[in-house]
């Protein structure tokens, strides 16, 4: 197998300028890979290693990168039970960028989450959205499952 890094470059920069569009961020190619990034990290960090690699084994090879980037599976989970922790978890993720990629703003954050896993669907089947779903706390749950129609 060939690996052809030109054309996961090409198809990161269409990925980022397609997702920075259907997130409202107009050209912001950048915060929206910051943001893409925060909440992958974040995903990561609350489901099992089992379920990551299930999910990662879907994601084209630009965004497997993404995912990956900085995993230690060793380090303990962070107990997130609620949308609010959830999100503090993403801003987390985000460092100082966080203020103005999220500014203050709880139903940003949420909507941005929410579209995330959205704009997912197009590389994730129905079943594995399921899966991760199923492993969720019960308040986190919604992201997702009010998500897997479409």
Not at 28 to 36: D, N, V, W, Y
Not at 105 to 114: F, G, P
């Amino acid at each position: 197998m060939a690996l052809n890094f030109n054309e996961y470059a090409k198809e990161g920069n269409r990925f980022l300028k397609d997702y920075a569009k259907e997130m409202n961020l107009g050209e912001s190619t950048e915060k929206a890979g910051r943001i893409f990034s925060s909440i992958m990290h974040a995903l990561r960090d609350i489901i099992s290693p089992q379920e990551s690699l299930q999910f990662i084994a879907q994601l084209p090879m630009f965004l497997k990168a993404v995912y990956v980037n900085g995993w230690n599976m060793k380090r303990p989970k962070p107990r997130v039970k609620k949308m609010a922790e959830f999100i503090e978890l993403v801003r987390k993720h985000d460092g100082v960028a966080a203020v103005n990629d999220f500014e203050y703003n709880d139903e940003l954050a949420e909507r941005y989450i929410d579209t995330t896993f959205i704009y997912l669907r197009k590389y994730i089947s129905l079943g594995e959205m399921e899966d991760i779903r199923d492993g969720l706390p019960k308040d986190l749950k919604s992201m997702i499952y009010s998500n897997l129609m479409f």
